[in-house]
């Protein structure tokens, strides 16, 4: 017995190729954001460690001199070349627009979490450590979403569906 098909065999190969583009590109845009996100704080952990502190702080708070923000870059770029694996053209093109991107990410998420405030107020190493996995995983939140869950957060006053009786 033949196999009936609504839609012809080109089309529906060709949406099948296309979901399956769009699925890789979604994976590779997560591993690059996330080796971004990795290679980024590298750098500001290392800094930190360093007792460069105040060079962290004034950096993601957009107070830091050229000079200093021009190396902290340097490195940041040079840890994600070396993460991704690419060359040439490709490897600057990615990073290009994926570091931005993340940085971009790093400084909302810390503007809006009010972590920029704590770490002004802490002194010392370990607290400027901790302070900073917190922005990673609060950056990490916005780059990547939970699509799948449907899970969203609701204000305080917000009325919830009343449940069926069983």
């Known amino acids: 017995m033949?196999?009936?098909?609504?839609?012809?065999?080109?089309?529906?190969t060709a949406g099948q190729l296309t979901g399956l583009a769009a699925w890789q590109?979604?994976?590779?845009?997560?591993?690059?954001?996330?080796?971004?996100?990795?290679?980024?704080?590298?750098?500001?952990?290392?800094e930190v460690q360093k007792g460069n502190g105040q060079?962290?702080?004034?950096?993601l708070t957009s107070k830091a001199l050229p000079a200093a923000r021009s190396l902290l870059l340097e490195r940041m770029?040079?840890?994600?070349?070396v993460r991704l694996g690419l060359r040439g053209a490709l490897a600057s093109s990615v990073v290009g627009w994926v570091l931005p991107l993340v940085l971009e990410q790093?400084?909302?998420?810390?503007?809006?979490?009010?972590?920029?405030?704590?770490?002004?107020e802490q002194e010392t190493v370990q607290d400027t450590l901790q302070r900073l996995e917190e922005l990673k995983?609060?950056?990490w939140k916005r780059l990547?979403?939970?699509h799948g869950s449907g899970a969203e957060v609701l204000p305080d006053d917000t009325e919830l569906p009343r449940q069926l009786p069983a």
């Open 2 to 12: 033949k196999n009936i098909s609504l839609l012809p065999h080109f089309l529906r």
């Open 25 to 46: 590109t979604g994976r590779l845009f997560r591993k690059a954001a996330q080796s971004a996100l990795e290679s980024v704080q590298e750098v500001l952990r290392a």
């Open 55 to 59: 060079l962290v702080r004034d950096f």
């Open 77 to 81: 770029t040079a840890r994600l070349l």
């Open 106 to 120: 790093l400084v909302k998420a810390g503007q809006k979490s009010g972590l920029f405030d704590k770490l002004r």
């Open 137 to 139: 995983r609060a950056t």
């Open 144 to 146: 990547s979403p939970d």
